[in-house]
């Protein structure tokens, strides 16, 4: 059976990174809960530079990096019309880290002047470099629910990251975060997580130690698509890629991702 192709979007940022953690995390779902992977279900990583390759991939990631260049880049390969394609016609799972969640937002505020291209696929409004310059760079220990409940925080690593300000419920309204508190981490913002394409689900918050109720929103999935505000791939935790890479699993289970014989 032809492997699983996971792609890395490769025009710039932590693309290595995400890969060095994709081979360790599909490695360790085969020796140890290879039950996840159907009988010669193999996994391929490979870097995506153009739509061809993009082609190939049952899955992708968007790295890490800088928002405003990717997508310029991305422009000039003409690469943007196929990634849209790819979240939100083909429906494939998608994930981005960091400047890739910036990318995967419908709209993103604190942009370059002028604005910039996005792919789009989360309905959220995401806010740039929430906590300022690269030297305003830090790592925090974060709760996340979705890996399991007695599981050890993550080690979240912000570099200019962007947060989750809030929720675009339709094409005319928006939910803002502000600094009110989000109603648990596992239902919408603000408890109306409801988008033009089903639920915007948070799945992780960052509380400033010392900050009163104020949290940011820093991971969230809406259907085949994923963000992460902070950069799992500069750790070397494995827990998220695992669990993506099981999302992804799931959807050839559920037979709506094909393999070719
Ligand atoms: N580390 C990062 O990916 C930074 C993202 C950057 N602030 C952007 O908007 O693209």
Known sequence: ????????????????????????????????????????????????????????????????????????????????????????????????????????AEEASATKQGGQELVGGLDVRVLRNRYGTQIQSFVADLDLPFLGEAEKPFRGVFIRAPVVEGIIASSSS???????????????????????NGSVEVLGVYRKSGGKEEEDIVAVKQRNVFGTSFHPELTDDIRIHVWWLKRVLERFRHGDLVVSA
Do not use: Y
Not at 177 to 195: H, L, R, S
């Open 174 to 196: 928006f939910v803002d975060n502000g600094t009110e508190k989000v109603n648990g981490v596992g239902k919408g913002v603000n408890g109306n997580g409801t988008g033009k």
């Open 1 to 104: 059976m032809a492997p699983i192709t996971v792609g890395v979007l490769a025009l710039q940022g932590g693309v290595g990174e995400h890969i060095a953690l994709l081979r360790r995390a599909s490695a360790h779902l085969v020796s140890s809960q290879p039950e996840t992977l159907p009988d010669g279900t193999s996994f391929t990583f490979i870097e995506v530079r153009t739509a061809e390759a993009l082609a190939q991939c049952h899955a992708l990631i968007i790295p890490g990096g800088e928002s405003t260049t990717m997508a310029i880049v991305a422009r000039r390969l003409g690469l943007l019309d196929p990634l849209r394609q790819f979240v939100k016609i083909d429906n494939k799972p998608v994930w981005g880290t960091c400047a890739g969640l910036v990318m995967l």
